[in-house]
């Protein structure tokens, strides 16, 4: 019913920048949270920033004031905004929207395909 499409990835140089986009289409009735999660190699995928419906912010600790997450709701789209980036925020990043579909009222995660973000030293 819905579909995530995640553009943005890339590979950088250490202390470089990338904005990520996540834009959400198909069925849709409104979408709540947003959020950003991340996959390094050889580990769990981990929450990077998430915001509300309100605009309310929420970050992990490793980001360090470095990353923005912001939304635009006429959109159905998530940005991540990466300054300062690192080798160790090399992974590969997923966006996730909670959606209310036209036909199931209820709030549902959705998952974008993850797109590679490399950082080199």
Same mark, same amino acid.
Request: glycine share 4%; charged share 20%; proline share 0%.
């Given at each position: 019913q819905v579909q995530l499409v995640e553009s943005g990835g890339g590979l950088v140089q250490a202390g470089g920048s990338?904005?990520? !986009?996540?834009?959400? !289409?198909?069925?849709?009735?409104?979408?709540?949270?947003?959020?950003?999660?991340?996959q390094p190699p050889g580990k769990r995928r981990e929450l990077v920033a998430a915001i509300t419906s309100g605009g309310s912010t929420n970050y992990a600790d490793f980001v360090k004031g470095r990353f923005t997450i912001s939304r635009d709701n006429a959109k159905n789209t998530v940005y991540l905004q990466m300054n300062s980036l690192k080798p160790e925020d090399t992974a590969v990043y997923y966006c996730k929207q909670g959606v209310v579909t036209t036909t199931q009222r209820m709030t549902y995660d959705y998952w974008g395909q993850g797109t590679q973000v490399t950082v080199s030293s």
């Open positions: 990338l904005r990520l !986009s996540c834009a959400a !289409s198909g069925n849709i009735f409104r979408i709540n949270d947003m959020a950003w999660y991340r």
